[in-house]
């Protein structure tokens, strides 16, 4: 068709790419490129707000950075966390997505419209009502399960306990996900497994399953990313401890910026976690062969 | 038969996981009728034994908890129209426009969302400081309002609506701006629902920027609010659960009106992208 390549452009579409471009380029240099641009200079200086200290350090906080306990404390909470709360959203997402797309289920509408509800609340509000939940003199929690545990006071308990909140508040956003992955599969998929014979379990391993593969990288792959900045519920919850017990990366980070305002130190960190996700982001899409955009024109 | 004792074996399941999903909510709201003494007594009931308003009508006295809900609701609303037009109008520009350089400024967008706040945060806030915007809501709404998110929906929406549609209204001498405004935006009713929906929710339940930003009482939002609240009135758990009922309860309102559409945008954000 002709009007595919139009070199003839308007006067006022010049005007608005221009103004939107304009636009786009200052808003990411000001509030984007040069926020990381000066982090990544600050992680190489002694950097305190309060007293003005701005001092080139070299790569001290990077190496200081290794060796602080604390560092590897919030690395392997912070690992610890994403294994599992992303194994148990795929789980429950994916079987409950499942059930809910059984032909033998009704009221679907309903079911999905529950299971969402928690991912739509706002973090703090419900980070609260878990906190009185875990209350060991009167908290739900307790009284249903029976136990005495004074849940995120108790370092054993804590990092469970807000992982467990994560999970209830996160399963529903991969629900939806694998719903709407299920019901892309084409039917006449199923129905050639079945008149080759196959059982509702083989079918789900050898047929759903394999084309579920882009919504279950594209479910870990925003998690893990989206755990690796979590706060909130570590700073609503326990504060990071008993000790150090909670602290996760981006907690960390909270902490050394802005409650003992090593901003550079806290710069360090921060870029830590930048490299971790890039790389994490491009293991995660060579693992599995696949480009995102080719997912992408695919669906 | 086997059918029909699978089909309510997968509805019970369904039912109980149902039931643990909501019970969380259940309990704040009941528990936010019941009084103090109640909430923290050794025999606990489900359902308010004196049921009680005392909770909700200290509220305001104790926390001048409506000035912090309206100022949320001004935000929220101020950030979330400033992201879907500014949202709209990139996509626009990006999925229906050839131009040197489209890609890279769509993949800088791409790589933007792939950033930690807190690689930025820290060196914001001494941008922000230093300028001067602390304690003002431009700190709150200027680095807000450009979404990746957004833009990255609206491209893909836009960039499926037929050209000949845009070239039609062309040949008919509209010019850009309404060709945007009077089709492309009435358009994309269902995307700018659910990016409308998320981006509220964001705004409402962000915590730190405003909690660094913000400094004077009557300029602070809701979410930041409840920790205040929970710090200075530490065993007041009644007026918490209060408090907290108000600030999901509206959410949740506007979540089940819009689920439908909600739903479209999520499985479209994530299957289509």
Known sequence: ?299 | MKRKIMGAALFLVLLMMGVVTVVPFVWMVLSSFKTNAEISALEQTLLPKAFTLENYATLQSNFNFLRYFGNSVFIALVVTALVIYISCICGFVLSKYQFKGKNLIFGFIMMTMMIPWSVTIISRYTMFVDAGLQDSYLSLILPAMVSGFGIFMMKQDIGALPDELLEAARMDGANEFAIFHKIVLPMSKNSISAIAIFQFLWVWEDYLWPYLMIDSEEKQLLAVGLTTFNGRYSTDYGGLFAATTISIIPVLIIYIIFQKRFVAGVAAGAVKG
């Open chain 1, 1 to 299: 068709m002709f009007w595919k390549r139009r070199p003839l452009q308007s006067k006022s579409e010049v005007v608005l790419r221009n103004i939107v471009v304009a636009f786009l380029v200052l808003h990411m240099g000001i509030f984007l490129i040069v926020p990381v641009i000066m982090a990544f200079a600050g992680s190489f200086h002694l950097w305190n707000p309060l007293n003005g200290t701005y001092k080139w350090i070299g790569l001290d906080n990077y190496v200081r950075m290794f060796q602080y306990p604390t560092f590897w404390t919030a690395m392997i909470n912070t690992l610890v966390f994403c294994v599992v709360v992303v194994a148990f959203r795929v789980l429950l997402g994916l079987s409950l997505a499942y059930a809910i797309t059984s032909k033998m289920t009704t009221k679907k509408t309903f079911f999905r419209t529950v299971f969402y509800m928690p991912t739509v609340t706002p973090l703090v509000a419900v980070a609260y009502v878990w906190k009185i939940m875990y209350n060991p003199q009167f908290g739900l929690i307790d009284q249903i399960l029976g136990v005495d545990i004074n849940w995120l006071y108790d370092s054993a308990f804590a990092l469970p306990a807000v992982m467990a909140m994560t999970i209830w508040k996160d399963f529903g956003y991969a629900v939806i996900l694998f719903m709407s992955g299920l019901m892309s599969v084409p039917s006449d998929y199923y129905e050639a497994a079945h008149i080759d014979g196959a059982n509702a379990w083989k079918t789900f391993c050898y047929i759903t399953l394999p084309l579920l593969k882009p919504t279950m990288i594209f479910v870990v792959i925003t998690s893990v990313i989206s755990y690796l900045q979590a706060y909130v519920p570590v700073m609503v919850m326990t504060d990071g401890g008993p000790g150090t017990a909670t602290f996760l990366s981006s907690y960390l980070v909270y902490d050394q910026a802005f409650v003992k305002y090593n901003f550079g130190y806290a710069s360090a960190i921060a870029f830590f976690i930048l490299v971790l996700t890039a790389i994490l982001t491009v293991i995660s899409f060579t693992v599995t062969g696949e480009k995102p955009e080719k997912r992408r024109k695919r669906a």
